[in-house]
Every structure is written in C-alpha cells, then in structure tokens.
C-alpha cells in the first residue's frame, strides 16, 4: 500500500482535525477558565471576608479566597467567541491542527501500514497480536514525537484570543507560532 496509505490516512485526518476544530477550541477555552489572564496572581481581586462568631460579634477581617468569574459552558463559549468577533473565530488556530494533523496522522497511518506489511508472516498472512501491540507502539510514539510541536502551537493559538488584546501574540500561522515560540522560548519548548 505504502504511499496510498500515507495519503489516505493524512486526507481523512486533516478533514476530521480541521471540521472538529471549532470544538477543540471551545474545550481549551473551558480548560482555561480557571487561570487568570493576568501575568502575575497576586494582582487578582480579593474578596473579603468578615468573620463572625456564634454570639455575632464581628471579628478580623481577613482575605478568605480570589474572587472567580463563574464557570461557563461550551455553548456560551461558542456564542461569545462568535459575538465578540465572528464565526471565522471559531477557527482560529486551524492551521496548526491541519500542520499537525499532516504530520500526525499521517505519520502513523503510513507506518503502520508499512510496518504491518513488513511484518505480517508471508505464508499464514497473519500478523501476531504481540506484533500488532509492537506496530502500534513505534507508530504512535513517531506520530506523538512528529505532531508535539504542532498541537503546543495549536493551544497557544486557540488560547491567544482569550488574553487581553495588549498581550495577545496574534500568531499568522502554525509556522509563524512555532517560529516565534522558538525564539521566545526555546526548541525544548516545543
């Protein structure tokens, strides 16, 4: 099969990544609703807490918890990304799912197929299950190490829009993220 295997696996997978895509970014936006967007915690806004006594009298006042913003599902996600810009937001990162996804799956869809080949018992045409598991493994671990750098670039990018428009990096593309992230941050932070 060899390179059939290659394209076919990378055009199915770039399709599934790229119309999934909204989706991804809504879960990352959920994921990160938790963190604040200010470089530095201890600039959050404190509530206060007045501590009072079984006989209701006041005691000290102390700092009790950070005050947090209610937590939001995906669909209100979804709407206020589309309300605070567009639709086309929704896809914002997608080029670094479509790099990943290219390199990913394709990756591990080409190399099982040659590795299965390679390694099923010509006479039997069988492939052992202990063989199976082994394919998987070089595969996957390939594909991981292969698409890594792309799926960090494309969280940076989907998390970008959520950041105060002052610190928001506005990367291009997944090339110009990676690139950026490169020299910002180092090859060790991909």
Do not use: C
Request: proline fraction near 5%.
């Amino acid at each position: 099969m060899g390179l059939k295997g290659f394209v076919e696996g990378g055009i199915a997978s770039i399709v599934v990544g790229a119309s999934t895509h909204p989706l991804d970014l809504i879960k990352v936006r959920m994921q990160l609703q938790g963190e604040s967007p200010l470089p530095n915690p201890s600039l959050q806004v404190y509530r206060l807490a007045l501590a009072i006594n079984s006989i209701g009298a006041v005691g000290n006042v102390s700092i009790s918890q950070v005050v947090s913003q209610p937590r939001v599902g995906p669909i209100s996600i979804g709407v206020h990304i589309i309300q605070s810009k567009d639709v086309a937001a929704l896809f914002s990162g997608v080029s670094a799912t479509i790099l990943r996804q290219t390199l990913y799956s394709t990756t591990r869809m080409g190399l099982y197929d040659i590795l299965k080949n390679k390694w099923t018992n010509k006479k039997t045409g069988n492939l052992p299950l202990t063989s199976r598991i082994t394919v998987g493994l070089i595969v996957g671990s390939v594909g991981a190490a292969v698409g890594n750098p792309e799926d960090v670039a494309m969280v940076y990018m989907q998390a970008d829009g959520r950041l105060p428009i002052d610190q928001r990096r506005n990367y291009k593309s997944a090339v110009d993220a990676l690139g950026e992230m490169t020299k910002q941050k180092g090859v060790g932070s991909l």
